[in-house]
């Protein structure tokens, strides 16, 4: 069984940064992606970006791209999204999950492809 644990949400003002962590814990943990998404009130949930685990490549929405970047820590088996330059379309809950099975080939960006999800940090970015 994995358990994810989201962290590192807050209040900022537009202009700031935040990094979020997912800290991964399960005998089982070996993902083939982890993701970020993120959800607006009203809205549905939306993806934020994706790396595969191994190779660490990324992949982030066009919304974010330049502001945001994703890593990992494979021996700490923790995920992170670093945000910087957030404005308040970026408010909302943030949430990790994690995709035991993938394709090279193919982004996860459905929130189907992921087989377990963090509790979600809440991001609020000041006007």
């Known amino acids: 069984q994995v358990q994810l644990v989201d962290s590192g949400g807050g209040l900022v003002q537009a202009g700031g940064s935040l990094r979020l962590s997912c800290a991964a814990s399960?005998?089982?943990?070996?993902?083939?992606?982890m993701g970020w998404f993120r959800q607006a009130p009203g809205k549905e949930r939306e993806f934020v970006g994706t790396?595969?685990?191994?190779?660490?490549?990324?992949y982030l929405t066009n919304s974010v791209r330049g502001r945001f970047t994703i890593s990992r820590d494979n021996a700490k088996n923790t995920l992170y999204l670093q945000m910087n330059s957030l404005t308040p379309e970026d408010t909302g809950v943030y949430y990790c999950?994690?995709?035991?099975?993938?394709?090279?080939?193919?982004?996860?960006?459905?929130?189907?492809?992921?087989?377990?999800w963090g509790q979600g940090t809440q991001v609020t970015v000041s006007s």
């Open positions: 999950a994690g995709a035991r099975n993938g394709s090279r080939f193919v982004w996860a960006v459905d929130p189907n492809a992921y087989d377990y």
């Open positions: 399960g005998r089982t943990f070996s993902p083939y992606s």
């Open positions: 790396i595969k685990w191994s190779a660490g490549r990324t």
